[in-house]
């Protein structure tokens, strides 16, 4: 079983968290996710947070502190993904869709309504709770 390091950046507007929509052709097809994006062997995370967004989106981001991290198998894929998701600043850019079906923000007391890949469900709730707090 293959085993890789994800990124993924929780990046806030006015109370509401983007999300992209998976390309078709690509493994969890039409779902959606918090953007991101494998890590490059000897790659710093906070780097490749910033990399795949500009590439996937077209804006400029800041990594900021680790939101949460999360593992799942996908059996289908034969790999466990483990996911780091970084609390992110929105720098500036205007979204492009550039290598993503979609995009939307969203409250997260709405997320439930998203098909979310799997390896990212573990952030909603706490994204529901430290929304909540602020």
């Known amino acids: ?27 969890r097809e039409g ?14 995370p906070r780097e490749t947070i910033k990399r795949e967004i500009r590439e996937e989106l077209g804006i400029d981001i800041e ?9 799942h198998v996908y059996e289908d894929a034969d790999k466990q993904v483990i996911l780091m998701a970084f609390n992110c600043d929105f720098k500036g850019g205007d979204i492009e869709k550039k290598e993503v079906a ?17 390896a990212d469900l573990a952030f909603i709730e706490k ?8």
């Open 63 to 71: 990594a900021d502190s680790i939101f949460e991290i999360s593992s």
């Open 31 to 44: 779902k959606w996710e918090f953007p991101g994006g494998k890590v490059n062997i000897g790659e710093n």
């Open 102 to 118: 979609d995009y939307v923000w969203v409250k997260p007391e709405e997320m439930d309504k998203y098909d979310m890949v799997e």
């Open 127 to 134: 994204l529901k709770k430290v929304l909540i707090e602020k």
């Open 1 to 27: 079983m293959e085993q890789i390091l994800v990124t993924a950046a929780i990046i806030e507007k006015d109370g509401e968290i983007l999300l992209t929509k998976r390309l078709d052709g690509v493994h």
